[in-house]
């Protein structure tokens, strides 16, 4: 004995329970038990894995495409839903999966566009912080060659960060050779006549990646000038560099 489904007219059978096209509950048969009947359409809905599964992923936002899944999901979990005729629950949570899921696609351009004007500048601040303290250690280190002369006047100025660490002269990290992205070096210690104590020092602090931790180079002396040069070149900024007011 057939019969057909009263929302969609599809075909059905004596043991079917529920739609096979359109998931609708199926009313008894003639002569099937009323009791049966009424223990079908009165069990408890579960809830849609596809709608938990759009929720969840509209949460990841942290995880690549997760925001594509959440609106796979929640568009197949109403879906489901909805030919479920009550057997199945959770139509908020495919809802509020789908809410999440194309608010991050709206907000990924959003985000796009704030980073391109933000990265930028904020490279462009780094670069000049590192330049800014480049320069305060050029200075230091003069000062620091100064002062280490003048305490050991048998050997004068000296071309070894250390030495200056070691007087206490300037921290570790600047004695390192590194600070800020810059790279240090003391140059040309000159002995005076006869051997005597050095008289002359040479300081060039230079970017340590080009145009990503600082673009100019600087350069000091025993005179104390300290000089730049927008190129990097330290030898340029030894030789020509401008000078520094």
């Not at 999966?97 to 985000?111: H, K, R």
């Not at 350069?219 to 560099?241: A, I, P």
Request: glycine content about 10%; aromatic content about 8%; charged content about 15%.
């Amino acid at each position: 004995m057939s019969t057909f489904c009263s929302a969609c007219g599809s075909s059905l059978t004596a043991e079917d329970r529920f739609c096979r096209v359109c998931g609708r509950v199926v009313s008894a048969f003639p002569g099937a038990p009323a009791a049966e009947s009424s223990a079908i359409s009165s069990g408890p809905a579960q809830t849609s894995g596809k709608a938990i599964a759009s929720l969840i992923c509209g949460l990841l936002f942290f995880v690549p495409l997760a925001f594509v899944a959440a609106i796979v999901f929640g568009h197949l979990g109403l879906s489901e839903i909805r030919r479920s005729a009550g057997r199945l629950k959770g139509e908020g949570m495919a809802i509020a999966g789908l809410v999440l899921g194309y608010m991050w696609v709206v907000g990924i351009p959003i985000f796009l566009i704030l980073a391109a004007i933000a990265i930028p500048n904020f490279l462009r601040a780094r670069v000049a912080a590192n330049e800014a303290s480049a320069m305060a250690s050029v200075r230091t280190l003069v000062t620091a060659e100064v002062t280490y002369a003048d305490r050991h006047r048998d050997t004068g100025y000296t071309c070894s960060l250390p030495d200056l660490r070691r007087d206490g002269l300037i921290n570790p990290m600047l004695a390192s050779g590194q600070r800020s992205g810059y790279a240090f070096e003391l140059l040309n210690c000159q002995p005076g006549a006869g051997d005597g104590p050095s008289t002359k020092f040479q300081v060039v602090a230079y970017p340590i990646r080009p145009n990503t931790t600082g673009t100019r180079a600087f350069c000091s002396d025993e005179s104390g000038v300290v000089k730049v040069n927008s190129g990097g070149s330290t030898q340029e900024c030894r030789e020509n560099g401008v000078v520094l007011q």
